[in-house]
């Protein structure tokens, strides 16, 4: 007689993550499907023999010139700020992230008014020199290049704050230890502390590549035809939904692409502290490179945050909005509606993920999570188009069946109102609350879940009881976090918002489109306050580390 191993007893958490994972993976599995879809119209041999080169090199293009350039600015000022003493240094380690709270379309509205020209650069060089139209060229900032810097300047951070880490952690021992080999800085630079570095620099330009082909603001704004002007296009201006999710799934591919040339740099390669002392006295510079080292600093910062602030804060209060009052807070409400609601679903749902994980400790958990942590790098417009297709469908049905039932039109249920948009952002934002909370709830020691069973608390209770109140500041980040992305994001909520639903983002981006660039200042300007929330708090981590070094 043979004895069956009992099974464990199929957990409600497990089968609630699944779920959870499933329709956040929908939208992605939606546009794949498109794939195989011939369709009946030309619209997509049109856009092959057409336009479609045009995006592939703009696309490539972007990311070659973003790439280089967010490597070359977040490597040296870390390198600057983690290993050198210069004048500054203790305020430019934390406000060098500053550039984040400035979403890449703001910056090219605010960059487009001050150099156009009437703008008061151009003007200021005429009074100087007595220059008359035609009399001078000046470089126009709505182009490929000028998209290009308008990425480096708002998105170097993400390989500034990876980098320094990693010179910090991992650079400090082997660094001494080349110099008492006799390595010159230079080489002990480029032979030892970038090698180490490597995995942290090519995951802060993967992140910051991601973040390039999720745009549309900037590159429609700028003329700069790319994979989400094209997906727009094809579905608004052609009604073609099948080539727009062809194309999304083309761009998806370029995402996929980019993950896993990240994840091939790193390789095999395992990098580990072997001295306690991970931090060697920073050197000194002195005179020329002191100020230069400073100079270097103070470029990125000035150009991605100062100037563009200050600028928006002059054309704010000078002129701002026409409609500022009752149409700038119907505005904020749709915004901060829309922002809490999807801050506070995304902290429950990935309390629930994560805890999940943590009971079950199955792979099938841990690739729930993997695969809710893909949504992330997956652009706006690739989601807004994945969740439209099916939704539609669904509210098609819904409507047939009403109809057949009542014998009355409901209309659209869920794409008509904002629930479609919020799963939007869900599932693309859901990753970032996830990771947040599965971070700190892996702190927690399995011996307090232990404790807690032993005095009689099932699940639920050990959750509400135990874990929650230890990770309540975690939540409360992850909340933000995803509160400040939801503001800024500008695709999915074009594509996908109710008619006559704007938010500050949108109101933005159509006052600039029509060129009242001053007017967008008043929500550019509230856009950028709001993303200066997460920061002030990272600026904080980032004090309180210098001072425990």
Not at 4 to 21: D, E, G, N
Request: charged residues 10%; proline residues 5%.
């Amino acid at each position: 007689m043979t004895s069956r191993i009992p099974q464990p007893a199929r957990s409600p958490l497990l089968v609630a993550a699944f779920l959870v994972a499933l329709l956040t993976g929908l939208p992605v599995a939606s546009v794949g499907f498109n794939l195989f879809l011939g369709g009946t119209s030309t619209t997509w041999s049109h856009l092959a023999s057409t336009v479609l080169p045009e995006y592939i090199a703009n696309s490539l293009a972007l990311c070659a010139g973003v790439g280089f350039g967010v490597a070359v600015v977040g490597v040296t000022t870390a390198w600057l700020t983690a290993m050198h003493d210069f004048p500054g240094r203790r305020i430019f380690e934390w406000a060098l992230v500053l550039p984040l709270a400035v979403p890449a379309y703001v910056m090219a509205y605010v960059y487009t008014d001050f150099l156009q020209f009437v703008g008061p650069v151009q003007t200021t060089l005429r009074e100087l020199f007595g220059w008359e139209y035609g009399d001078y060229h000046f470089p126009d900032i709505r182009t490929l290049p000028g998209a290009i810097l308008m990425f480096v300047f708002v998105l170097y951070p993400y390989v500034y704050l990876l980098a320094r880490t990693a010179f910090l952690e991992r650079a400090g021992g082997v660094l001494e230890a080349a110099r008492t080999l006799g390595t010159g800085p230079w080489r002990a630079f480029f032979t030892v502390s970038l090698p180490l570095a490597r995995p942290a620099i090519a995951a802060g330009v993967a992140l910051a590549l991601m973040e390039t082909l999720a745009d549309y603001g900037t590159v429609a704004y700028f003329a700069v035809n790319t994979f989400t002007t094209g997906i727009y296009r094809a579905w608004f201006s052609l009604g073609d939904r099948v080539a727009s999710a062809q194309l999304a799934a083309i761009l998806l591919g370029f995402v996929l692409l980019l993950v896993a040339l990240e994840r091939s740099t790193r390789g095999r390669a395992r990098y580990h502290n072997t001295s306690s002392r991970h931090r060697p006295p920073p050197g000194r510079l002195h005179g020329l490179a002191g100020v230069m080292a400073m100079l270097a600093c103070f470029t990125p910062l000035l150009l991605g945050f100062l100037l563009p602030a200050g600028l928006l804060l002059r054309m704010a209060l000078g002129e701002g909005d026409a409609q500022f009052g009752e149409r700038f807070l119907m505005l904020a409400r749709n915004s901060l509606t829309l922002s809490g609601l999807t801050a506070l679903l995304a902290v429950a749902l990935a309390v629930l993920l994560a805890y999940s994980a943590r009971l079950s400790k199955t792979f099938l958990a841990q690739a729930l999570n993997r695969l809710v942590g893909l949504g992330y790098a997956v652009p706006g417009t690739v989601i807004a188009v994945g969740v439209l297709i099916p939704v539609t469908r669904l509210d098609n049905w819904i409507a047939g069946q009403w109809e057949s039932t009542f014998g009355s039109n409901p209309g659209l249920l869920l794409t008509g109102g904002i629930a479609a948009l919020i799963y939007a952002y869900l599932a693309r934002f859901l990753a970032v609350a996830l990771q947040t909370v599965d971070a700190s709830l892996s702190k927690i020691t399995p011996s307090m879940d232990d404790a807690a069973r032993s005095l009689g608390l099932g699940q639920g209770a050990t959750l509400r009881r135990v874990h929650v109140p230890i990770l309540r500041g975690s939540l409360f980040t992850a909340a933000l976090l995803v509160f400040v992305d939801v503001m800024k994001e500008l695709p999915a909520t074009l594509v996908m918002r109710p008619f006559n639903f704007d938010t500050l983002a949108t109101q933005a981006y159509t006052l600039a489109s029509d060129e009242r660039l001053t007017e967008a200042s008043t929500a550019a300007l509230a856009i950028v306050a709001v993303g200066l929330l997460p920061l002030i708090a990272l600026s904080r981590q980032i004090s309180r580390a210098r001072k425990s070094t």
